[in-house]
Each structure stands twice: as structure tokens, then as C-alpha cells.
């Protein structure tokens, strides 16, 4: 009797390993069958009674492994379902398509106009100069030769450091001028690219924070016609090879003589248009010859040295250039508005 039972469960055993149940369903039957509240090996179970006592302990294990034959054949089986999906997907892939587009970023407008004018300055053998933001009085008035009683120094127009008279946010980056003459001595032939600051009400055309390119070059014999050749060169490289330049004289602390600077209208050819104002001409930057009392200030000697200066918003020249008509778009980071730009280098 007791070697009956055996024989069956060991005829189950087997059963289970060589079941290839090939399809769902097929596999589901095996699971019921073998692994199911009501399966096969249960009513075995009970017959442990009819096994002598010396045996129980072999028909124990030898219905363990029955059971475990079962659970291990059934996740082989889910298993090989599984990579069958699978590889039944695989085949719908399509494999030829085009792949997804992957979003391009963009350069913000301010820093293609910037890096624009950077280049154009190291052709000509510029070195770039980064200083901070924020500045003491010498270095954004004092040195650069502005009074005491200068407009510009007005809380209206410059940010002071809470309760200080002494520290603020630069105002212009003519301040670089000073930090670099009083380290170095001439030749010194940079530009200085950086953000500014004026207590300004923001508004379509004016903003509390903008960006400037500042010029500067102090050797023996430096004139007025290197300036405004240098001008030339940048014009035309920045705003195309047809367009002119006009200095009218103008008023600066830190120069003199000083000049402003236009170009004639890039956008309409100097024939007349909105941003030209009709006019024919627009105004670009303000330079001049470096005023004696600043090199002097700066620990330059003004009898051996001489030299020019220029500084340029870039706020200006990036609406200009891209057409765009209100300021605050540049300081929003709107990405609707900046992905327009993704084909600009
Ligand atoms: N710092 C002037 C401004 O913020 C711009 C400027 C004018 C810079 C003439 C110069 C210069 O170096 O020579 O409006």
C-alpha cells in the first residue's frame, strides 16, 4: 500500500518535469493542476496515515519535492511566456523609423551678442578682463574722475550695500578700467564683458540690471585715430562690411575729448525706419581718449601714456539685432521666448 502511494507521487514528479505546456492557458492548467487550491497533491497528503511510521518522514520530503518540482516548473514556464511576448513585440518594432527629436537648448540672446563683440576684440589682440559686481566708490567714481557731487552718485541711480556709503553694485564696468591699470602697467589692451546695475524703474525700454562691454587700451602713443580705427573694425565686423561710422562729441568724466558713437541703421540701410527713428542712424557706444587725471589716479604715468576707452550696453544691440521690442523679455527667462534662438551661435 504504502508503495503505491509512493510510486503515484513519484509518477507525479515526473509528470511535472516533462510538462511543455506551450500557450497560456496551457500553462494556467498546469497551475491549477499542480499548484491550485484544489490540486492533485493534496488528497496525497492525506494518505500519510496509511504510510508506517518509520516511512512518514520519506513521504514528507518526497511530497516536498513534488511540490517544489511544481513551483520551479511553473516560473520556468511564466518566464518563457514572458520572453515569448517579448520577443513577439520585438518583431512589431520598426526598426527603419526615425528616432525621437532631442530638444536642442539655446543661447540666451545677451550672451550671443556678447560673445559677438568678445570675438571681434580678440582678433584684435583684446585679452579679456572679469571683475566683481560689486565695487567700493574709487574704483566706479572716484578714480574714474567723477566729482563728488556727480548725478550719477545719487542713491536714485546707484545701489548702495545696506547702510554702507562706501560699497555698491557697479554701475557702469568702466570700474574694470581702474582695477586693471593700478595692477598692471602698460601696454594693456582689454575688454571688460560683465552685468550692471542702476536703480532704474524697469520698463519696456530701461532695466535696474543690464550688461556692458567695456574697452580699454593705455600704451606710449595711442591716438584718437587708433579709437576710431578700432571703432571702424568693429563696426563693420559686427554690423556688416557696408555700414559707416559717426563720432559726435559728447561728455564723459572719464574722458576727453569723448565721443558717442553711431552706426548707420543696419536694420533699414540708413533709409529710414522705426529703430533708427528716421533718423538713419544708430547710437552704439561712448569712448573717448583716457582722461589724464584717471591715469594718474590709477598709478599710470599720463606723460609717457596715453589712451582710449569705449563702453557699449549690449541690451541695445541684442534688441536691435533680433528685433525685439521690450527689455524685461531678456531678464524673464521665458522659455517660449528663448527657444526662438536655438538656431543662434
Ligand atoms: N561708462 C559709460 C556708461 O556707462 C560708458 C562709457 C563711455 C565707457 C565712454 C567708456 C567711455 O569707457 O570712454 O554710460
Given at each position: 500500500?504504502?508503495?503505491?502511494?509512493?510510486?503515484?507521487?513519484?509518477?507525479?514528479?515526473?509528470?511535472?518535469?516533462?510538462?511543455?505546456?506551450?500557450?497560456?492557458?496551457?500553462?494556467?492548467?498546469?497551475?491549477?493542476?499542480?499548484?491550485?487550491?484544489?490540486?492533485?497533491?493534496?488528497?496525497?497528503?492525506?494518505?500519510?496515515?496509511?504510510?508506517?511510521?518509520?516511512?512518514?518522514?520519506?513521504?514528507?520530503?518526497?511530497?516536498?519535492?513534488?511540490?517544489?518540482?511544481?513551483?520551479?516548473?511553473?516560473?520556468?514556464?511564466?518566464?518563457?511566456?514572458?520572453?515569448?511576448?517579448?520577443?513577439?513585440?520585438?518583431?512589431?518594432?520598426?526598426?527603419?523609423?526615425?528616432?525621437?527629436?532631442?530638444?536642442l537648448g539655446s543661447r540666451h540672446p545677451i550672451a550671443t551678442t556678447m560673445n559677438r563683440i568678445i570675438s571681434i576684440f580678440e582678433k584684435?589682440?583684446?585679452?579679456i578682463?572679469?571683475?566683481?559686481?560689486?565695487?567700493?566708490?574709487?574704483?566706479?567714481?572716484?578714480?574714474?574722475?567723477?566729482?563728488?557731487?556727480?548725478?550719477?552718485?545719487?542713491?536714485?541711480?546707484?545701489?548702495?550695500?545696506?547702510?554702507?556709503?562706501?560699497?555698491?553694485?557697479?554701475?557702469?564696468?568702466?570700474?574694470?578700467?581702474?582695477?586693471?591699470?593700478?595692477?598692471?602697467?602698460?601696454?594693456?589692451?582689454?575688454i571688460?564683458p560683465g552685468r550692471?546695475?542702476?536703480?532704474?524703474?524697469?520698463?519696456?525700454?530701461?532695466?535696474?540690471?543690464f550688461h556692458q562691454v567695456?574697452?580699454?587700451?593705455?600704451?606710449?602713443?595711442?591716438?584718437?585715430?587708433?579709437?576710431?580705427?578700432?571703432?571702424?573694425?568693429f563696426a563693420?565686423e559686427m554690423y556688416g562690411?557696408?555700414?559707416?561710422?559717426?563720432?559726435?562729441?559728447?561728455?564723459?568724466?572719464?574722458?576727453?575729448?569723448?565721443?558717442?558713437?553711431?552706426?548707420?541703421?543696419f536694420i533699414?540701410?540708413?533709409?529710414?525706419?522705426?529703430?533708427?527713428?528716421?533718423?538713419?542712424?544708430?547710437?552704439v557706444?561712448?569712448?573717448?581718449?583716457?582722461?589724464?587725471?584717471?591715469?594718474?589716479?590709477?598709478?599710470?604715468?599720463?606723460?609717457?601714456?596715453?589712451?582710449?576707452?569705449?563702453?557699449m550696453g549690449i541690451e541695445r544691440q541684442a534688441m536691435m539685432l533680433y528685433g525685439i521690442n521690450d527689455i524685461?523679455l531678456l531678464f524673464e527667462n521665458d522659455v517660449r521666448f528663448l527657444k526662438q534662438f536655438t538656431s543662434a551661435i
Amino acid at each position: 500500500m504504502a508503495k503505491e502511494i509512493f510510486a503515484k507521487v513519484e509518477q507525479i514528479i515526473e509528470e511535472i518535469e516533462k510538462a511543455a505546456p506551450n500557450d497560456k492557458d496551457a500553462v494556467e492548467q498546469f497551475r491549477i493542476k499542480y499548484l491550485g487550491t484544489k490540486n492533485i497533491l493534496k488528497p496525497l497528503m492525506g494518505e500519510i496515515r496509511n504510510i508506517p511510521n518509520e516511512q512518514k518522514k520519506d513521504f514528507g520530503q518526497l511530497m516536498n519535492k513534488a511540490r517544489q518540482a511544481a513551483e520551479s516548473k511553473f516560473e520556468q514556464l511564466q518566464s518563457s511566456l514572458d520572453s515569448a511576448a517579448e520577443a513577439a513585440g520585438a518583431g512589431d518594432l520598426d526598426l527603419t523609423a526615425p528616432g525621437d527629436p532631442i530638444p536642442l537648448g539655446s543661447r540666451h540672446p545677451i550672451a550671443t551678442t556678447m560673445n559677438r563683440i568678445i570675438s571681434i576684440f580678440e582678433k584684435m589682440g583684446f585679452a579679456i578682463a572679469s571683475e566683481r559686481e560689486i565695487e567700493d566708490d574709487w574704483h566706479n567714481f572716484t578714480a574714474m574722475n567723477t566729482p563728488e557731487d556727480h548725478p550719477a552718485r545719487d542713491m536714485q541711480d546707484t545701489y548702495y550695500l545696506k547702510d554702507s556709503t562706501e560699497m555698491l553694485l557697479r554701475t557702469h564696468t568702466s570700474s574694470v578700467q581702474a582695477r586693471m591699470m593700478e595692477h598692471n602697467q602698460p601696454p594693456i589692451r582689454i575688454i571688460a564683458p560683465g552685468r550692471v546695475y542702476r536703480n532704474e524703474t524697469i520698463s519696456a525700454r530701461s532695466h535696474c540690471q543690464f550688461h556692458q562691454v567695456e574697452g580699454l587700451y593705455v600704451d606710449e602713443n595711442v591716438s584718437f585715430a587708433d579709437l576710431r580705427q578700432t571703432l571702424m573694425y568693429f563696426a563693420k565686423e559686427m554690423y556688416g562690411a557696408d555700414v559707416n561710422i559717426r563720432l559726435r562729441p559728447s561728455f564723459f568724466p572719464f574722458t576727453e575729448p569723448s565721443a558717442e558713437m553711431d552706426v548707420s541703421c543696419f536694420i533699414c540701410d540708413a533709409k529710414g525706419c522705426n529703430v533708427c527713428k528716421y533718423t538713419g542712424w544708430v547710437e552704439v557706444l561712448g569712448c573717448g581718449m583716457v582722461d589724464p587725471k584717471v591715469l594718474e589716479n590709477c598709478g599710470i604715468d599720463s606723460e609717457k601714456y596715453t589712451g582710449f576707452a569705449f563702453g557699449m550696453g549690449i541690451e541695445r544691440q541684442a534688441m536691435m539685432l533680433y528685433g525685439i521690442n521690450d527689455i524685461r523679455l531678456l531678464f524673464e527667462n521665458d522659455v517660449r521666448f528663448l527657444k526662438q534662438f536655438t538656431s543662434a551661435i
